[in-house]
């Protein structure tokens, strides 16, 4: 048992500082690599830990894997060389070695909208069966609430033999990194959130994550009361994308162009209003509502904002195919005999993660009606399920909308806001449709001849 934990704190950091100990960082994801680079720049040393060895190979040849930020290269480049980063599949081996354990493996939804925590306890148990005396755990991946006081505990307790709050510390911290500026936001744009599984834990966590949050350590109550704060992050995104895809309806029905009425809403200190979109992507606003209903349900309690929230952005792709089809009929073609072009794979512009991408669906039910549809992305080069779906995935903007007589533009990459619908019209079929899922063409108060335009709520 350790007895001083104010004691114990302090030599841990001053061996991590030092490089006598080493953290270890499990899953080199968009939210592991960041991390562990964030610790290589405090001047700590880190384990990586992959079930990926393609990854794992790849960092230990100085070679990023993720191309999000542009400063990854050089810096896992410069940390491999110079001793400070290694990766590794053995998770055990990792956990023997190092004194803070860092967990941000995934989670997902299973086919009934479940959660799905198979990764989570797998890592749990390698670092049980590692762990040590004073050793450190900190889960990160969002999780349903009480995650880490049962599945965690109870894994690496049984693994180990430990007890948790005198033989070791376990905690949770959620992860709040946007991808393409995840360094910034773990160092300098938001507070770090702890909640620890007792207050030695707490006490422990707070002081670790200290060294690198510039914006400071906020301590919750405990774990769960952490676990719920990320969760409520997401759904409130998600309600509120939903209330802007239902009032988008509502103006476009009536003619009206809602980012001007948004913009005019929101200059009142209480209004927020979202961006409405074709859908809602990645691996977190769609995952998040179902984490809590899921509680909420063993608690005999509906959600029910939430739930009509999630529908409504979960319909927004199927909406748009709507849309898409009725603006077609403005061209007078026949869709049999007309082909369609799909900009943008990726569930957010300039970046090129595609999880849960709305794009898919959209190119599902294009393909259906259309049969040949093109698809381009700048930053997703080769995609397997676009060749399962039967579309063409081709390299430029200018291929993709050749002769073609319906747009839909589903992901707001730079690339596609310096498009015009004066260069739609002189490079595809015309009359031709633009569906323009985004909101992000420039246009003037009237279309070109031969161009039928909507985007979504305007």
């Not at 510039?214 to 209330?243: H, Q, W």
């Not at 403005?330 to 999880?355: C, I, M, P, Q």
Request: aromatic share 6%; proline share 4%; net charge positive.
């Amino acid at each position: 048992m350790i007895q001083d934990i104010e004691k114990h704190i302090q030599k841990i950091i001053q061996n991590l500082l030092d490089g006598k100990e080493k953290i270890s960082v499990y899953g080199l994801g968009h939210v592991g690599l960041p991390m562990a680079l964030v610790w290589l720049r405090r001047g700590v040393k880190v384990l990586g830990v992959d079930i990926d060895k393609g990854k794992v190979d790849k960092i230990n040849r100085g070679e990023s894997p993720l191309m999000d930020e542009e400063t990854f290269p050089g810096l896992v480049k410069r940390f491999v060389m110079a001793g400070k980063f290694k990766a590794t599949v053995n998770g055990v081996e990792a956990s023997k070695k190092s004194v803070v354990k860092i967990v941000t493996v995934p989670t997902w939804l299973d086919e009934n909208r479940k959660c799905n925590l198979s990764a989570l306890k797998e890592t749990l148990k390698s670092i049980g069966k590692g762990l040590k005396l004073g050793d450190t755990v900190i889960v990160e991946p969002t999780v349903p609430p009480t995650t880490t006081k049962t599945l965690a505990k109870e894994t690496l307790e049984k693994e180990s033999g430990l007890k948790v709050e005198d033989d070791f510390f376990l905690a949770y911290s959620p992860e709040r990194v946007f991808i393409g500026r995840a360094i910034a936001d773990i160092e300098v744009n938001y507070p770090k959130i702890v909640g620890g599984y007792g207050v030695r834990s707490g006490k422990m966590v707070h002081a670790l994550y200290s060294l690198i949050a510039k914006k400071g350590v906020k301590l919750m109550s405990d774990s769960t009361t952490a676990e719920v704060t990320k969760i409520f992050e997401g759904i409130y995104r998600d309600v509120n994308i939903a209330l802007a895809n239902e009032l988008a309806k509502l103006t476009s029905s009536l003619g009206l162009n809602f980012l001007e009425i948004r913009e005019a809403a929101n200059s009142q200190k209480y209004c927020h209003l979202h961006f409405p979109g074709c859908g809602v992507g990645g691996a977190c606003i769609p995952y998040y509502p179902y984490y809590a209903m899921e509680i909420a349900e063993k608690k005999d309690i509906q959600l029910r904002l939430t739930k009509i929230g999630r529908e409504i952005n979960e319909n927004m792709p199927h909406l748009c195919i709507s849309y898409a089809m009725d603006l077609f009929k403005k061209t007078g073609k026949e869709a049999n005999k007309s082909s369609a072009a799909v900009l943008g794979l990726a569930f957010r512009g300039d970046v090129a993660d595609t999880r849960e991408s709305p794009s898919y669906i959209i190119i599902k039910e294009l393909i259906e009606k259309f049969g040949n549809v093109k698809v381009q992305d700048p930053y997703v080069k080769d995609d397997l399920k676009i060749e399962k779906l039967g579309a063409e995935q081709v390299e430029e903007v200018n291929e993709a909308i050749k002769n073609v007589d319906l747009i839909v533009i589903v992901t707001d990459h730079s690339v596609y806001r310096k498009l015009t619908l004066e260069e739609i019209s002189l490079s595809a079929n015309k009359p031709v449709a633009v569906l323009d899922g985004r909101n992000i063409i420039k246009k003037g108060k009237t279309s070109p001849e031969g161009v039928f335009y909507r985007g979504i709520g305007v």
